[in-house]
């Protein structure tokens, strides 16, 4: 018996084979924008960056609740809690990356 290979789960085939219907066509339009650009070098991290995002889409959205969670979020009646308070040393991280810049 010979093990069969992992699925990539950035393929873009087996993100539009796992996605949920009303997702696909958004997928499409951005795949192919996304595609458009790697044709310079440059923009080839971007297409894989896109891929990466819906991989991480697919598994979210096979989650319960998923939509109505969003729905919530995006209307503002969705708990919230302050970054302050849930991220440790928000301040101190922020101050950090600041530094950085300089």
Request: glycine share 4%.
């Amino acid at each position: 018996m010979t093990a069969q290979p992992m699925e990539d789960p950035s393929d873009p085939l087996v993100i539009l084979r796992d996605l949920p219907e009303r997702e696909r066509e958004e997928f499409l339009c951005q795949y192919h924008l996304a595609v458009d650009a790697a044709h310079d070098p440059a923009g080839y991290e971007q297409l894989r960056r896109m891929l990466h995002v819906w991989s991480l889409t697919v598994v979210a959205a096979s989650q319960p609740g998923y939509y109505e969670e969003l729905a919530a979020a995006r209307d503002g009646t969705a708990p919230t809690v302050p970054v302050t308070e849930a991220i440790p040393d928000w301040a101190g991280r922020v101050a950090a990356v600041r530094d950085r810049r300089r």
